[in-house]
């Protein structure tokens, strides 16, 4: 039960701090008047909102009556994170198999999805988790403990609290799903549920001249 609620935590300020994340850029997309960046841009926003996700996980496994590192949680933080960041790539996996099926007919719409981009950016924020762990007083800084704060103080408020509680209960039960589907394809080979794109599959059909995961210009 402690690991299912400490889960259940974990999407909570999972999605408060999405909430806070998108507020700031919708702040800088206003104050660049709505110019578009470049995709060396894209993931290094991108790289910067996994690392200091990373930072407050940490933060959110210490202990605060010892100000101790708590490590079984530190590990299933790290799990959990895992499986998000895997989570969000596979959905712009989809979004780009989508793009490249009808994006011919959207000029206006871009696709800057790149998969050695995305790999790139897991493996800079879970390295930075793992660094985390043997210098955890790294995760203390000013902008990660205001973070922290504004989440926990979202969380406190009634309603908005209650909203985001709502959300954390959905993240944990596919979180769940996704990590038993996973183990099931380790023992069978098969998940329990696939997700084929028949437009990924169409788009095969029909062309040779690119794969799922190439870049639309």
């Not at 800084?141 to 509680?165: R, V």
């Given at each position: 039960?402690?690991?299912?609620?400490?889960?259940?935590?974990?999407?909570?300020?999972?999605?408060?701090?999405?909430?806070?994340?998108?507020?700031?850029?919708?702040?800088?997309?206003?104050?660049?008047?709505?110019?578009n960046r470049t995709p060396l841009g894209v993931y290094l926003f991108r790289a910067i909102?996994?690392?200091?996700?990373?930072?407050?996980?940490?933060?959110?496994?210490?202990?605060?009556?010892?100000?101790?590192?708590?490590?079984?949680?530190?590990?299933?933080?790290?799990?959990?994170?895992?499986?998000?960041?895997?989570?969000?790539?596979?959905?712009?996996?989809?979004?780009?198999?989508?793009?490249?099926?009808?994006?011919?007919?959207?000029?206006?719409?871009?696709?800057?999805?790149?998969?050695?981009?995305?790999?790139?950016?897991?493996?800079?924020?879970?390295?930075?988790?793992?660094?985390?762990?043997f210098y955890p007083q790294f995760s203390y800084n000013p902008l990660s403990t205001w973070?922290?704060?504004?989440?926990?103080?979202?969380?406190?408020?009634?309603?908005?609290?209650?909203?985001?509680?709502?959300?954390?209960?959905?993240?944990?039960?596919?979180?769940?799903?996704?990590?038993?589907?996973?183990?099931?394809?380790?023992?069978?080979?098969?998940?329990?549920?696939?997700?084929?794109?028949?437009?990924?599959?169409?788009?095969?059909?029909?062309?040779?001249?690119?794969?799922?995961?190439?870049?639309?210009?």
């Amino acid at each position: 039960m402690d690991l299912l609620n400490f889960i259940f935590r974990l999407g909570v300020l999972f999605a408060i701090y999405g909430f806070i994340w998108a507020l700031i850029e919708l702040g800088l997309g206003i104050l660049s008047m709505g110019s578009n960046r470049t995709p060396l841009g894209v993931y290094l926003f991108r790289a910067i909102k996994y690392v200091v996700l990373v930072d407050v996980t940490v933060l959110f496994c210490y202990n605060l009556e010892n100000n101790q590192i708590q490590l079984y949680n530190l590990g299933v933080a790290g799990l959990v994170l895992l499986t998000y960041f895997i989570g969000k790539l596979q959905n712009r996996q989809q979004q780009a198999v989508f793009l490249n099926a009808f994006g011919s007919g959207m000029p206006n719409i871009k696709n800057n999805f790149n998969l050695q981009g995305e790999l790139a950016v897991i493996g800079l924020s879970f390295g930075f988790f793992v660094f985390l762990i043997f210098y955890p007083q790294f995760s203390y800084n000013p902008l990660s403990t205001w973070f922290h704060e504004s989440i926990l103080n979202i969380e406190d408020t009634p309603i908005f609290g209650f909203i985001f509680k709502i959300i954390g209960f959905f993240f944990l039960f596919n979180l769940l799903f996704k990590m038993l589907n996973g183990f099931v394809f380790l023992i069978s080979g098969k998940p329990i549920f696939s997700k084929v794109s028949r437009f990924g599959k169409q788009n095969k059909d029909n062309s040779d001249d690119f794969d799922d995961f190439e870049e639309i210009n």
